[in-house]
């Protein structure tokens, strides 16, 4: 037994773990659990969670010098090394809301100083400026109990979500509304540039972020634009005022692998595909993506997939066959979201879009490797009725989940369904009724109003109660009815065929 403990002994002193090693000791390892741990320590202010790596008085120093800024870096969700030297290690660590560049000082037996030296606002582009975070805190602001929230440079009106699209990218210059404009060099670096708009045309897939602003006085259902009206050929419009409206302050492309992977970095595990209808232009589309997002409240990663509508009403022809032809774009993009390793994939299609998403999801299900989705929401679509009744019951065998939203009154609806020549359509409440197909939800929201999710709509209540409908079904995917002001019909005792909105 005493040798053995001798060899024990000896053992550890080689391997720097004996007393009276010295220099022996081999320097801490700092890697991405560790580091995780300091930033848990720091992000609850608790001494308990640091790890021993840390030398006992830096790790007293370092929670009492950032103590104020435990706020701002709560939240510890990975850590990248980004270099090292001799007795400095740096990484770059992401929290909730930011993300940090962290520098560890070392000697061979412990962890001496930590240093938060920058900081910046997460943004899908990754393009927010370098804050520097010196201790003065002079870019932070603090709530009325005094604690610091958030930097005084975040605007907490800013929407921001994804985009694809296979329209043509505009020729004009950029043109920023609002501040803060993107940081262009962090953008350059990070492989995002700045484009000005995509036009109506035809074009291969581009991907890329966009951030809008939500106006301080917005209501639920509506989307808040200066007014505009054309009088003998002349324009007249009012000067948009970012308090009162929306206001579009980024559009930013990237290429489709760096798309996928800031997709993936959001952390997020549901995504919502929006498909927007005709007569819409791409700032159109992107206002209504941000106000359903908005209203919806939702918690996953937002994603508009914007075809090529001219935004006219004269060219329906032309959309119709935009639509058409935006099958595989959009099942590509389904795709390249599934990739990103997103585990629950809806989709809300209006109008005409729903002729996009209906044709790629029934081709899907015929294929070797179907394209398979949660909840597929559609809200008055403009698809011919037949061709419509034709394709659910494919459509059914990819999804979990079919809801139609159907409106005799919806305006966008009466406007397509007279350019198509009075040809019935699916999301119409002819008089015999909206469609009724088995696995399908119907409900008819007629009594809502005149435009489903409305620009500008007038029926505030009743547009909240149909979006809080359309917030529980993507929560809970719970069937119908969902809300007391949503009601089978035909009544009971009778069995409810379809279901219907009632004020």
């Not at 000697?107 to 943004?123: A, G, L, P, S």
């Not at 003065?136 to 605007?155: E, M």
């Amino acid at each position: 037994m005493p040798r053995i403990s001798s060899l024990l002994l000896y053992s550890a002193i080689l391997i720097g773990l004996g007393p009276g090693s010295g220099s022996c000791i081999a320097k801490p390892i700092i890697d991405e659990p560790l580091v995780l741990r300091i930033c848990e320590a720091l992000s609850q202010s608790d001494p308990g969670r640091m790890p021993e790596a840390v030398a006992p008085e830096a790790a007293r120093k370092f929670l009492e010098h950032y103590r104020v800024d435990s706020k701002l870096l709560r939240g510890c969700r990975a850590a990248t090394q980004t270099r090292s030297a001799e007795n400095r290690t740096i990484f770059r660590v992401e929290h909730d809301v930011v993300e940090a560049y962290w520098q560890f000082y070392t000697d061979n037996n412990f962890i001496q100083q930590i240093v938060i030296e920058h900081y910046r606002y997460v943004t899908l582009a990754g393009d927010g400026p370098w804050i520097p975070l010196s201790g003065s805190h002079s870019g932070l602001i603090t709530d009325r109990g005094g604690d610091t929230v958030f930097g005084s440079n975040l605007d907490r009106n800013i929407i921001e979500f994804f985009f694809a699209t296979n329209r043509k990218e505009s020729n004009a210059r950029p043109v920023l509304e609002g501040d803060p404009p993107p940081n262009s060099v962090a953008g350059a670096a990070n492989g995002w540039t700045l484009v000005s708009d995509y036009t109506g045309e035809r074009a291969g897939l581009s991907f890329g972020a966009v951030r809008v602003r939500v106006p301080e006085g917005h209501q639920i259902g509506k989307v808040e634009l200066p007014w505009s009206a054309e009088i003998f050929g002349l324009t007249f419009e009012s000067k948009s005022d970012p308090e009162k409206h929306f206001a579009l302050r980024s559009i930013q492309k990237v290429d489709e692998a760096a798309w996928i992977k800031s997709l993936s970095r959001s952390g997020k595990k549901r995504a919502l595909i929006f498909v927007h209808g005709f007569n819409t232009s791409f700032r159109d589309a992107v206002f209504r993506t941000a106000q359903i997002a908005w209203d919806l409240q939702f918690g996953g990663t937002t994603v508009l997939f914007s075809w090529p509508s001219r935004g006219e009403v004269t060219s329906y022809l032309y959309d119709k066959d935009s639509a058409l032809g935006s099958r595989d774009a959009l099942l590509h993009v389904i795709a390249d979201v599934r990739k990103a390793g997103f585990d629950q994939i809806d989709i809300i299609a209006h109008s005409m879009g729903n002729l996009i998403a209906v044709d790629a999801l029934a081709h899907s299900a015929t294929t070797n490797s179907p394209t398979a989705i949660a909840q597929l929401i559609m809200a008055a679509p403009d698809v011919d009725r037949d061709i419509f009744i034709q394709g659910i019951p494919n459509v059914a065998k990819v999804t979990k989940g079919l809801t139609l939203y159907a409106s005799k009154n919806d305006k966008a609806l009466q406007l397509s369904k007279r350019v198509a020549g009075d040809i019935p359509r699916a999301g119409d409440v002819p008089e015999g009724g909206p469609i009724v197909l088995p696995g399908l939800w119907t409900i008819d929201v007629s009594l809502m109003g005149d435009e489903l999710f409305g620009l500008n709509h007038n029926t505030f209540a009743s547009t909240r109660s149909v979006l809080n409908d359309l917030a529980i079904l993507l929560n809970e995917g719970k069937a119908p009815p969902r809300l007391v002001e949503i009601r089978g019909f035909p009544e009971p005792p009778l069995k409810a065929a379809y279901f219907r909105y009632v004020p």
